[in-house]
């Protein structure tokens, strides 16, 4: 109950805070210390943008903006140097301990590493530095929040299946976690480590 409305009151906090992009920031009302925290946090990420992605970023629609600071405002752990590929890492070894969780019927390791999936750490400078200057554009950005409702939203739906020991809902959702992962990778990863020294 708390951390719903916690995260609606994020979730308002960071509609606000899309305004930093094109205008000032009013003053937060209900969570002023998280919301001068967030909005401390996204100009932080901008700062350390090249200029080129700085001017991509603040050329995408007012609509996109708001999903990147929503996405942002579900999680709480950020990185002063870990990369995304670094992250993504910790992920799959956490997503592993997931699965083992539900295929030795232990709820607790099962939860807990999916919850650790939830929220994962933002990388240094947040996503898009690293999803490519190709992909800073509405269109192809409208993707991501579909990818982090699969892949957050269900990983919090499976912890919440294994707390009520139901294993079998539980594996069910491994699939469509999954799905979210490779759904992201399809769109802005492609293969990792190609070579340019291949033919
Ligand atoms: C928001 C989109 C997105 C989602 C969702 C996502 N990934 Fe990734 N992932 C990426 C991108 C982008 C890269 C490439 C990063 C790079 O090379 O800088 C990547 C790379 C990886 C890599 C390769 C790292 C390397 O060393 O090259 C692994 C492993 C990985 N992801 C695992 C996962 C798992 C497991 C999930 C789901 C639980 C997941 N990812 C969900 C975007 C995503």
Do not use: W
């Amino acid at each position: 109950m708390y951390k719903q409305l916690f995260s609606k009151s994020i979730t308002a906090a960071m509609l606000t805070i899309s305004m930093a992009f094109v205008g000032p920031v009013s003053a937060g009302e209900d969570q002023p210390a998280d919301m001068e925290r967030l909005q401390k946090l996204l100009q932080q990420q901008i700062s350390l943008m090249k200029p080129e992605l700085q001017k991509k970023v603040k050329a995408l629609s007012p609509a996109t903006k708001k999903s990147l600071l929503k996405i942002l405002s579900q999680h709480s752990i950020y990185s002063e140097r870990a990369t995304l590929r670094q992250v993504m890492q910790e992920v799959l070894s956490d997503y592993q301990s997931m699965v083992a969780g539900v295929m030795t019927d232990n709820p607790e390791q099962a939860s807990a590493s999916a919850l650790r999936i939830a929220n994962h750490r933002i990388p240094v400078g947040g996503l898009l530095p690293y999803l490519g200057i190709e992909n800073i554009n509405d269109g192809k950005l409208a993707a991501l929040e579909g990818f982090n409702d699969s892949v957050e939203g269900k990983a919090r739906e499976l912890a919440k299946a294994a707390d009520n020991n139901d294993m079998a809902t539980a594996s069910s959702l491994v699939g469509e976690i999954a799905s979210g992962c490779v759904g992201c990778h399809v769109i802005f990863r492609g293969q990792p480590g190609i070579s340019n020294l291949l033919k």
